[in-house]
């Protein structure tokens, strides 16, 4: 059973559009992060949580909010995405304290239109 | 700031070959490592960890090594098959999970 669920798996929306991206997740994991793929690069790390410990990354635009209302569920909200914000997303999770693996959902691809 | 890189940015093998993946960090004070196989269109699946007080690790056709002197990572795979076909990132977990720039890794038959 898939631990960490990303939805929709895909998503098209249109330029300057609001769109939100759910992660829901059954590990109980304290942590969560947020990542944006781009084809043929790295994840890069957006933000991420702990607990309700919210993290930025320095070169995270304005533009990418997060909401965590409880342990299970994050979200991501791009409030208005460009076409440069056509990316995977993935959502992941793991224990505080480091030294444990993180689990990674299948990721939500967003297409700008 | 932190960084994990990669040496290589692609990597062809034959089938059967051992692969050897490489991954330097720049953060000494990285305590943790993982490898991520990704296969396209799906998120990252965990390959093996290994931590700072170690300089070896195996599993099952892989072999993770560290040296925390030169702050390198190597993943080796075994008997290279096209099911290993993917971008293999290396990754550390001191506070955050942080990616390295990622290598394809592609079979030859």
């Known amino acids: 059973d898939a631990m960490v669920i990303q939805n929709p798996r895909y998503q098209v929306t249109q330029f300057g559009k609001p769109v939100t991206l759910s992660c829901s997740q059954t590990?109980?994991?304290?942590?969560m992060y947020w990542y944006q793929q781009k084809s043929s690069q790295a994840p890069k790390l957006l933000f991420h949580?702990?607990?309700?410990?919210?993290?930025n990354e320095a070169d995270t635009p304005d533009n990418f909010q997060s909401r965590r209302p409880n342990t299970s569920f994050c979200f991501l909200d791009i409030r208005s995405p460009g076409l440069g914000d056509a990316a995977m997303y993935l959502c992941?999770?793991?224990?505080?304290?480091?030294?444990?693996?993180?689990?990674f959902g299948q990721g939500t691809r967003l297409t700008v239109v | 700031g932190e960084s994990v890189g990669l040496h290589l940015p692609t990597l062809s093998v034959q089938e059967g070959d051992n692969s050897i993946i490489n991954c330097a960090y720049s953060?000494?004070?990285?305590?943790?490592f993982i490898w991520y196989k990704q296969e396209s269109g799906k998120g990252p699946q965990f390959i093996i960890d290994?931590?700072?007080?170690?300089d070896k690790r195996q599993g099952q056709r892989v072999t993770v090594l560290l040296n925390k002197t030169v702050k390198h990572l190597s993943l080796q795979i075994a008997a290279t098959q096209p099911g290993d076909s993917a971008v293999y990132f290396c990754?550390?977990?001191?506070?955050?999970?942080?990616f390295g720039q990622g290598t394809r890794l592609t079979i030859n038959p």
């Open positions: 290994i931590r700072s007080n170690m």
């Open positions: 949580y702990y607990d309700k410990d919210f993290n």
């Open positions: 590990l109980n994991h304290n942590v």
């Open positions: 990754a550390e977990i001191p506070q955050k999970l942080v």
């Open positions: 953060n000494s004070a990285s305590d943790y």
């Open positions: 992941a999770t793991s224990t505080q304290g480091g030294s444990t693996e993180a689990f």
